[in-house]
């Protein structure tokens, strides 16, 4: 069992930045695919970005590439969301996931993901 926690949400000015942390207790840890996926209350969990721990590639979305950046420390068993330039479009709860994932198509996919953090609230005020 893999427990994820998400923090560092909070309240921001629109261009502002933002990191969130995700932190695992699991051993291996290493081995997964760490993706971040948001939600505005009444829509679908949007997939944001993507890492593989080992190796560390990255993958985005077309709606953040360039301004989020995805990281990982598998000596802290953390990942972190750089957020910069934050729009108000940015404003939902943020949630990473953690899971065993071969393709980039698939790390999209919410419902690939076998483990999920509680989610931190991040919103961007114009």
């Known amino acids: 069992q893999v427990q994820l926690v998400e923090s560092g949400g909070g309240l921001v000015q629109a261009g502002d930045s933002l990191r969130l942390s995700c932190t695992a207790s699991?051993?291996?840890?290493?081995?997964?695919?760490v993706g971040w996926f948001r939600q505005v209350s009444g829509k679908e969990r949007e997939f944001v970005g993507s890492?593989?721990?080992?190796?560390?590639?990255?993958y985005y979305a077309d709606s953040v590439k360039g301004r989020f950046t995805i990281s990982g420390d598998n000596a802290k068993n953390t990942v972190y969301l750089q957020m910069d330039s934050l729009k108000p479009e940015d404003t939902a709860v943020y949630y990473c996931?953690?899971?065993?994932?071969?393709?980039?198509?698939?790390?999209?996919?919410?419902?690939?993901?076998?483990?999920w953090g509680q989610g931190t609230q991040v919103t961007v005020s114009s």
């Open positions: 996931a953690a899971g065993w994932i071969d393709s980039l198509t698939m790390m999209t996919i919410p419902r690939k993901y076998d483990y």
């Open positions: 699991a051993r291996s840890f290493s081995t997964y695919v």
């Open positions: 890492i593989r721990l080992s190796g560390g590639s990255t």
